[in-house]
């Protein structure tokens, strides 16, 4: 079946500008991650869904940050104002379940590049 | 918070040699798994191995919790084995989510 699909696959965009990133996990997966990939800091958690409770965004690194889940599928990860330090690959995973003992499936990434 | 330490961070192996490579954790971990970054970016999960040992193909792992440790085994490395892993846990508690900690990863690259 499908996996992780995430669009768009790059963006480039000017500093102050908004961008919003998407992600449709695997079909029947209700736990969906974000995760950003930069140079200097690895793989950082953002943000966890699971079904209809509310989100840990424990690892979104300011308030410009934001996610929503509609629906318990698709989900959209939104940058307001755009920083040059947001370039990075934002990833997405998703698992059968939430919490513990469950792998985790990554789509390809976006590759986000602010100017 | 949780550190996860991998080693080596770099390694060149010729084709058809075979390499362990090591993850240290801090404290006790969950949800431990490996993953393989292609040189292409994409990050496949490769095994899902909270405790004991499993195999796939070439490639092996083994999880000793008590000790916090991984390890991963690739035997008759090929090219395509090249690329950067990833070893990443989760922390133990009521509020867990499956969130999961990444180590720095080890980059191998595979020579013909």
């Known amino acids: 079946g499908a996996g992780v699909s995430q669009s768009p696959s790059n963006k480039v965009t000017e500093k102050g500008k908004d961008v919003e990133l998407r992600c449709d996990p695997i079909?029947?997966?209700?736990?969906l991650y974000w995760y950003r990939q930069s140079l200097g800091q690895g793989l950082e958690f953002l943000i966890y869904?699971?079904?209809?409770?509310?989100?840990?965004k424990s690892g979104l690194p300011s308030d410009r940050f934001s996610a929503e889940r509609t629906g318990g599928s698709v989900s959209t990860l939104t940058i307001q104002r755009t920083q040059q330090e947001d370039s990075a690959v934002y990833l997405c995973a998703s698992s059968l379940s939430g919490g513990e003992n469950q792998p985790q499936h990554f789509g390809d990434g976006t590759r986000l590049s602010i100017l | 918070g949780i550190q996860v330490e991998q080693s080596p961070p770099d390694l060149i192996l010729q084709e058809g040699a075979n390499s362990t490579l090591r993850c240290n954790f801090s404290?006790?971990?969950?949800?431990l798994q490996w993953f393989h970054q292609n040189p292409w970016g994409q990050l496949i999960n490769l095994f899902y191995?909270?405790?004991g040992t499993k195999q796939n193909g070439r490639l092996s792992a083994t999880t000793v919790a008590t000790e916090r440790y991984s390890l991963l085994y690739i035997s008759s490395s090929q090219t395509t084995d090249s690329g950067v892993y990833f070893c990443?846990?989760?922390?133990?508690?009521?509020?867990?989510?499956?969130?999961?900690?990444f180590g720095q990863g080890t980059t191998l690259q595979v020579k013909p």
């Open positions: 869904f699971q079904g209809n409770s509310a989100p840990d």
């Open positions: 990443a846990g989760g922390v133990h508690g009521s509020s867990n989510t499956g969130k999961l900690i």
């Open positions: 079909s029947g997966h209700t736990a």
């Open positions: 191995i909270p405790s």
């Open positions: 404290d006790s971990v969950n949800n």
